[in-house]
């Protein structure tokens, strides 16, 4: 029997999703047509956009540098 693996996506999709989502011109349904996703995964990345967006505005800039080390560390 054939394993089947779970999709992994970016963060740029899922925000890209969402903010499709927030602006409310394709129902969700649509959406997870267009994504290929399903429509619940849209509910989920749109409330946690919400939640988080306030980060945007905090004023502390995003340390990528421990971003790269960790993608390094996983490519080894």
Do not use: C
Not at 44 to 66: I, P, R, V
Not at 68 to 74: N, Q
């Amino acid at each position: 029997m054939k394993k089947i693996s779970r999709k992994k996506f970016i963060s740029e999709f899922k925000a890209k999703v969402a903010i499709e989502a927030l602006r409310e011109q394709k129902t969700t349904a649509e959406l997870a047509v267009q994504f290929d996703i399903h429509p619940t995964q849209i509910v989920q990345w749109k409330k946690q956009f919400l939640e988080n967006s306030s980060l945007a505005f905090d004023g502390k800039k995003h340390d990528t540098s421990s971003d790269e080390r960790i993608r390094s560390a996983k490519a080894y």
